[in-house]
């Protein structure tokens, strides 16, 4: 790479820790790291500007992630290690830090050594484009903005639930369903929802609505239908397997349904918008 274009890049994108391209997972020889190596912020990879996530965000963002013991974590251009090891000290999870840069991930684990992780935080050098993360709970990044939006399908095509949090950047129209900001950085949180998009017939209080669902994302629209009159929908989402909706039924009476969602039912419990009426099981089946 030229200079020009070097300055170029790093103009462009002088936050950014990209994940590099182009290469399988490679197993390393760990006693090839020199003793005194030491990444240097904001050197140059290949394709990418080394800056690390500052400690107290990465903590905030975990937290965000409801991250515990339970969790698999998965850290995509994991550089210097720090995300896998914190939510392995900090949180009990087992980890996984996937990075390009051998030298990264074999100083990664010297630290994970030294911090008494090794066995729950472990390293790959390996194309984050070729990573299985169907093991993830959790999911983090600090990558630049285009390759955000070229892993969005991946992210969203993870099992519902499946948190993902980021540094700094976003994912295009998936907006965030949480944020927080920390040493004048920002996290962000997204929760892989369910795709519930279609025709479902829903059951209440002995009647039953045509309920029509479109959903961009966690994002829902749509309708419900009953007696040939119809009403739309109101403040309606999904989080993970849990959806949220509100419509008015024909009756002029407002209410709101939540519950659980699963391969082709979903049910729950809806109320009134009359806080004197008691709650009532909902249940919608796909048609």
Not at 139 to 157: D, E, F, G, N
Not at 175 to 184: T, Y
Not at 242 to 270: L, N, Q
Request: aromatic share 8%; proline share 4%; hydrophobic share 45%.
């Amino acid at each position: 790479m030229t200079k020009a274009a070097v300055a170029s890049f790093a103009r462009l994108v002088p936050y950014v820790f990209v994940a590099l391209l182009g290469a399988c997972a490679t197993t390393l020889d760990d006693d090839k790291l020199s003793p005194d190596y030491q990444p240097q912020i904001g050197q140059l990879g290949k394709d990418s500007v080394w800056v690390p996530t500052p400690n107290r965000l990465i903590e905030r963002m975990l937290q965000m992630a409801d991250t515990t013991e339970r969790d698999f974590v998965i850290d995509l251009g994991s550089g210097d290690g720090r995300i896998p090891i914190i939510a392995a000290k900090k949180f009990g999870a087992r980890s996984l830090g996937v990075e390009l840069d051998a030298d990264l991930v074999r100083y990664s684990r010297v630290l994970a050594a030294r911090e008494g992780v090794a066995d729950r935080a472990s390293f790959a050098a390996e194309d984050l484009f070729k990573t299985d993360l169907s093991r993830a709970s959790v999911i983090t990044l600090y990558i630049s903005p285009h390759v955000m939006v070229k892993l969005r399908p991946i992210l969203l095509a993870q099992a519902p639930g499946t948190r993902v949090v980021s540094h700094q950047f976003t994912l295009g129209d998936w907006e965030p369903d949480e944020s927080a900001r920390v040493e004048n950085t920002v996290g962000y949180l997204w929760v892989v929802p369910a795709r519930v998009a279609g025709e479902w017939t829903l059951a209440i209080g002995g009647q039953t609505y045509a309920l029509t669902l479109q959903q961009t994302h966690q994002m829902l629209s749509g309708g419900a239908a009953r007696d040939g009159r119809s009403a739309t929908l109101l403040a309606s989402r999904v989080r993970g397997t849990t959806v949220r909706f509100t419509f008015v039924d024909p009756g002029g009476e407002s209410r709101t349904f939540t519950g659980e969602i699963g391969a082709s039912e979903m049910h729950g419990i809806a109320r009134s918008a009359d806080a004197s009426k008691g709650a009532l099981a909902w249940r919608a089946t796909r048609k």
